[in-house]
């Protein structure tokens, strides 16, 4: 009598590979973002997402946000779904990002997950609209509070949960929502421990308490819209980056860029030479307690600017030059300039 026969080993999902990968970043620059051909099958988001769903599920939430590849992260009002911004699709896009902004959103699993989770509360709150509920507002306060420009965060505030960076929780009440969900959500979490005595466990207390009422029920909203999708998306990456760089680095961004060329270099002049970013980190802790003593501005607002001149640093490939000692004190100079006009409430990005 034969033996049962074995059925093959399912084979491994290889990622998508793209003919640009091996591109220049001046060849890569010039293609246009509907070209790329992106698919989230097979990409390094796709086990994430997957992941979300089963977040969901565990929690009883029925609904499912659907998601499509955009320029940027985003949960667009009245559409519960979420954008994937482009670059998270493949590494070399990853790198790219990184080069020209400094930093790349949801980088790695971890950062990934969280803006996920964050995502999520928006999709669930526009699907349920949770918003229009008296009990919500009373919680987080109206939706309809324009975002400010700048927002100036209290981090020794126990009003709001700490999830994303930057106290983010503190910008919007719709923002204030999406944290307080994601904090609830997250696998094995022990908010009702980590927040005991704080005001946002209330708000925790209230997400626990509508999640459960809205087990086995269909939202109202289920449209699928895709908004402002890549695949329609007809600008270059270079204009692309071009926009986004005028956007979040402000008008007098270059001015601090040249600054930062003549307190550091480009040029590689002795082996083993540091890299300006490095070199930042490293001298981070001591910057921050010279620059809050000299301005008596919070640590936040240091960290922030900071991280900014940390970025653009490793954006441009900076390198120290002459001694450690000097580059320092031009540093400090320049950070205590830019602390004290962003004190002044007039943004941080004005002319030096």
């Known amino acids: ?72 992260w985003f949960s667009p009002d009245g559409v519960p779904g979420i954008a994937i911004p482009f670059y998270l699709l493949h590494p070399r896009l990853k790198r790219l990002e990184r080069r020209l902004m400094g930093e790349v959103d949801g980088g790695n699993a971890e950062d990934l997950m969280r803006i996920l989770r964050h995502e999520a509360g928006h999709t669930v709150d526009t699907a349920y609209r949770l918003r229009r509920r008296k009990a919500w507002r009373e919680a987080f306060g109206p939706a309809s509070k324009r975002y400010p420009r700048h927002y100036r965060p209290r981090p020794g505030s126990k009003r709001f949960v700490h999830h994303l960076d930057k106290w983010y929780a503190q910008s919007h009440p719709t923002e204030d929502f999406a944290e307080t969900f994601a904090v609830w959500l997250k696998p094995r979490s022990t908010w009702r421990r980590d927040y005991a005595g704080w005001p946002a466990l209330r708000k925790l207390e209230y997400v626990a308490a509508t999640m459960e009422t809205l087990r086995g029920s269909r939202p109202p909203v289920r449209v699928h819209h895709h908004v402002d999708p890549i695949r329609i998306a007809r600008r270059t990456l270079r204009e692309h980056y071009a926009a986004m760089q005028r956007h979040y680095r402000g008008d007098d961004a270059e001015k601090i860029d040249k600054i930062l060329e003549r307190v550091f270099t480009r040029r590689r002049t002795r082996a083993g030479q540091m890299r300006a970013s490095a070199f930042l980190r490293q001298n981070a802790p001591l910057l921050r307690r010279r620059v809050t003593r000299r301005t008596e501005a919070s640590d936040y607002l240091v960290e922030e600017l900071l991280g900014h001149l940390t970025g653009r640093t490793r954006a441009l490939r900076l390198l120290v030059r002459g001694e450690k000692r000097k580059a320092l004190r031009r540093v400090e100079r320049l950070l205590v300039t830019l602390t004290l006009k962003a004190q002044k409430g007039v943004g941080p990005w004005l002319a030096l």
């Open 1 to 72: 009598m034969a033996g049962k026969q074995r059925k093959p080993a399912p084979r491994a999902r290889r990622s998508t590979r793209y003919w640009w990968s091996r591109l220049s970043d001046d060849e890569l620059l010039d293609l246009r973002l509907c070209d790329l051909g992106l698919r989230i099958e097979g990409s390094p988001v796709e086990k994430p997402l997957a992941r979300l769903y089963r977040e969901l599920e565990r929690r009883g939430i029925g609904f499912r946000p659907h998601y499509w590849i955009a320029q940027e």
